[in-house]
């Protein structure tokens, strides 16, 4: 008990951190100290966490998770920022230091490890680290925001009625999931021409729904035998329930916002490149395949 306590603890202050490193970052390029009342969206995660560890010991919800929702509401704005700044910027922006390679690593890690010495003739550690290009800068905060949501789900004490079979499911569905939400709003943006703002923001509206598919677990979580007695009738939803919101989430959260995104920016922007193409491919089958699926089971149901 006291370890799961602790879980919850832990990961709940762990979204905090990474919510306040991203204001840190919006503060510092609008320098205007007045983006820091966006620390105010961290109010609903900490009454989150004050409630469940009182009423509920710390243990996660069946269906649905406030505590990755609430952090997904602090983090989101900050990320729409600093993008819409960076499409704005990106022709005046000063020389900043590129992470790119191993060589560009090394030597940013060497210069890190001079400045927190105190060595002479060196950067503020914060200054230092505010070089960093604004391009890499968002990709890492992005990367950073989608592991903490797979590794913070894991530490998350687990719900009554969710067996550990499911949650490692669940797990690996998040990590694929990630990988394509990160292609995704990396790709895609790189595809959008500079003066196409409206276009971008889009773009980042569909990254924030596809977003929505962590709280969500409605899609792993089977239906047993008793809950389908218990709801009275065999109807086709509490037969397969599962694979329904599996499926509306691929066609409504993921793969088919992503196929119209990419179909469009082939269409306006005459953008075609081998990674697109293939992209919108994969997405074209997985939302046919996904509405076949509806079809057998629909099929399955009157049989």
């Given at each position: 008990m006291f370890v799961k306590f602790i879980c919850a603890i832990v990961t709940r202050a762990l979204f905090i951190l990474v919510s306040l490193i991203g204001v840190w970052r919006v503060t510092w390029v609008k320098n205007n100290p007045l983006y820091w009342f966006l620390t105010?969206?961290?109010?609903?995660?900490?009454?989150?966490?004050?409630?469940?560890?009182?009423?509920?010991?710390?243990?996660?919800?069946?269906?649905?998770s406030p505590a990755i929702l609430f952090f997904l509401i602090s983090i989101i704005p900050t990320?729409?920022?600093?993008?819409?700044?960076?499409?704005?910027?990106?022709?005046?922006?000063?020389?900043?230091?590129?992470?790119?390679?191993?060589?560009?690593?090394?030597?940013?890690?060497?210069?890190w490890k001079n400045s927190t010495n105190g060595s002479v003739n060196t950067q503020d550690p914060l200054k230092l680290l505010s070089t960093v290009c604004a391009n890499d800068w968002i990709l890492a905060l992005q990367q950073i925001v989608l592991i903490l949501l797979i590794v913070g789900k894991w530490m998350l004490p687990i719900a009554g009625g969710v067996t550990r079979d499911e949650m490692s499911q669940l797990l690996l569905i998040f990590v694929g999931t990630a990988a394509d939400i990160l292609e995704f709003i990396s790709e895609t943006l790189s595809d959008v021409n500079e003066e196409s703002l409206s276009f971008v923001c889009v773009i980042l509206a569909v990254w924030t729904l596809s977003m929505l598919q962590f709280p969500l677990h409605f899609s792993v979580v089977n239906t047993r035998a008793e809950d389908v007695s218990e709801s009275q009738d065999g109807s086709l939803y509490s037969r397969?329930?599962?694979?329904?919101?599996?499926?509306?989430?691929?066609?409504?959260?993921?793969?088919?916002?992503?196929?119209?995104?990419?179909?469009?920016?082939?269409?306006?922007?005459?953008?075609?490149?081998?990674?697109?193409?293939?992209?919108?491919?994969?997405?074209?089958?997985v939302v046919m395949l996904n509405i076949y699926r509806l079809w057998v089971i629909w099929i399955d149901s009157k049989s």
């Open positions: 105010i969206l961290y109010l609903p995660l900490v009454v989150e966490m004050i409630l469940t560890l009182r009423r509920r010991k710390g243990k996660d919800y069946k269906w649905f990320i729409w920022i600093l993008e819409l700044h960076h499409e704005q910027n990106k022709l005046s922006d000063t020389k900043c230091t590129k992470l790119d390679s191993s060589e560009d690593i090394r030597a940013f890690l060497h210069e397969y329930r599962t694979d329904i919101w599996n499926i509306g989430g691929s066609l409504f959260l993921q793969d088919g916002p992503f196929f119209v995104v990419r179909l469009t920016v082939m269409m306006v922007f005459s953008n075609f490149h081998q990674m697109l193409v293939f992209f919108t491919l994969k997405n074209f089958l």
